[in-house]
């Protein structure tokens, strides 16, 4: 197998996971649709799209975990000796199972499309049913209350607290907004690429387009 062949492959996965974002962005609005109007089926309904999202957001992290792994070891076996491009699945599914499985329930619950459907339905159910928003509202810091104690809230660029944490999709490492752009900018203006600043990463190209704001990370950080 080519590592030109692995990497067509993972742009394949990279389109997979712009169909699962839409998707999710679909059920959210299907989901708003449902908040909005009253009636007494609306919480079971608005619980079996919040498992499809939850679904969506799992098959999104494992998508995530695969192309950081196959990218971890291509870059390790690339200088290497050309029999070892013989064993690259068996290194890639050794080192995918390891590191699949250290991923928390906390990580699948921070996942920002899902936080956000929760806070859309949750602001939309306000107008019309004040209970079950305050459900919601509950529920949602359980989740938050789940991942306090496995995130670090300090930048690996500036060694203090977060205030609008950036995630990387590519490495699914934090950095504080202002610090991580102006970094960005910084290195665009030496026409040199951005390695990831988390010791060990393999992420040598830190691109602004990889990053999103982690919303639940950043009301993690306000209730502190």
Do not use: W
């Not at 992290?61 to 200088?79: H, S, Y």
């Not at 104690?149 to 205030?163: A, G, I, R």
């Not at 665009?188 to 040598?204: A, E, F, I, Y």
């Amino acid at each position: 197998m080519s590592l030109s062949a692995v990497h067509s492959t993972l742009s394949s996965l990279k389109t997979c996971q712009t169909d699962i974002v839409t998707g999710m962005d679909i059920v959210t609005d299907v989901a708003l649709d449902v908040a909005e109007t009253a009636g007494t089926e609306n919480d079971a309904v608005l619980k079996k799209l919040e498992g499809m999202m939850l679904e969506c957001a799992k098959l999104d992290q494992e998508i995530n975990c695969f192309v950081e792994v196959v990218n971890c070891v291509t870059a390790e076996v690339r200088n290497q000796e050309p029999e070892v491009m013989f064993r690259l699945k068996s290194l890639v599914k050794e080192k995918f199972t390891e590191r699949h499985g250290r991923l928390s329930e906390g990580e699948l619950q921070n996942h920002v499309k899902l936080v956000s459907f929760k806070e859309n339905v949750r602001n939309a159910l306000k107008t019309v049913n004040p209970e079950a928003a305050e459900n919601m509202e509950e529920e949602l810091d359980e989740d938050i209350a789940v991942t306090q104690s496995e995130v670090n809230f300090t930048c690996p660029l500036t060694q203090v607290e977060m205030v609008n944490p950036m995630k990387n999709q590519k490495c699914n490492h934090h950095y504080d907004r202002d610090a991580i752009m102006g970094m960005i900018k910084a290195r665009q203006n030496q026409k040199k690429k951005l390695r990831c600043p988390v010791v060990g990463c393999s992420n040598t190209d830190v691109k602004q387009g990889d990053l999103i704001l982690d919303q639940i990370m950043r009301r993690q950080i306000q209730k502190r």
